[in-house]
């Protein structure tokens, strides 16, 4: 039973246009939230996180928004940039179970020159 | 400084052999999770050490699986009578540990582990 989910397998975009990937969530104890970026042949490396007493947290291009209500969240990339190709895995972590991390199965994000 | 590393980074076996992953942490990292990722699929975490001591090994999927770290810093995670739907990437990550919101995991490059 999988409590993370992203549901688009591929995204494509222009550069320099906004990337929107999406993420929905099953658990309501889950209090914090965070997206990484993977390339080939490299581990998944943290790009941004967001704790469940926020909606929003920015850095750079790149924003996190946070809808509990509908445990929905979704990453902004914006301009997007063809080094920004990779593929994108939304994680969630319990409340309860501080070390326990639960991914979903990844976006892959084509960024076309 | 060094990130994770993972060896080997290929690992291929026959159905029914042992096999040994290791995971070398960032140092200084006190925690250190292994996950398998499966063809198309996210990280899916095996089990969590914070020093030596196997702290939640709720992921594992049955008793052929087993992961130690004796000193606090090398792991090894060890799968006996491998089946062929042990093939996966074995990902190691790796954090300063505690209770922080901010703990962030670093991950190495996994291991490929395909049993034929």
């Known amino acids: 039973d999988q409590q993370v989910k992203q549901n688009s397998p591929s995204l494509s975009v222009q550069e320099g246009r906004i990337s929107i990937l999406n993420c929905d969530y099953t658990n309501s104890m889950f209090d914090y939230f965070l997206w990484y970026k993977k390339y080939p042949a490299e581990g998944p490396t943290f790009l941004i996180s967001i704790s469940s007493i926020k909606d929003k947290n920015e850095d750079g291009r790149f924003t996190v928004f946070l809808n509990k209500s509908a445990k929905h969240l979704s990453l902004h990339i914006v301009p997007s940039q063809p080094g920004d190709s990779a593929v994108y895995f939304c994680?969630?972590?319990?409340?309860?179970?501080?070390?326990?991390?639960?991914f979903g199965s990844g976006t892959k994000l084509n960024v076309k020159p | 400084g060094a990130g994770v590393s993972q060896t080997p980074s290929n690992k291929v076996t026959e159905k029914g052999k042992y096999v040994e992953l290791r995971c070398d942490p960032i140092?200084?990292?006190?925690?250190l999770y292994w996950y398998r990722q499966s063809l198309g699929q996210g990280p899916e975490f095996l089990i969590y050490?914070?020093?030596?001591?196997?702290?939640?090994d709720s992921g594992l999927p049955n008793d052929r699986f087993f992961a130690v770290r004796p000193e606090g810093s090398v792991s090894t995670l060890k799968i006996q009578r491998t089946e062929r739907g042990d093939s996966a990437v074995y990902l190691c990550?790796?954090?300063?540990?505690?209770?922080?919101?901010?703990?962030?995991?670093?991950f190495g490059p996994g291991t490929r582990l395909t049993v034929l």
């Open positions: 050490f914070q020093g030596t001591g196997a702290a939640d």
């Open positions: 994680a969630a972590r319990d409340l309860y179970n501080f070390n326990k991390f639960y």
């Open positions: 990550a790796s954090s300063l540990g505690g209770y922080s919101s901010t703990d962030t995991q670093y």
């Open positions: 140092s200084g990292h006190t925690a």
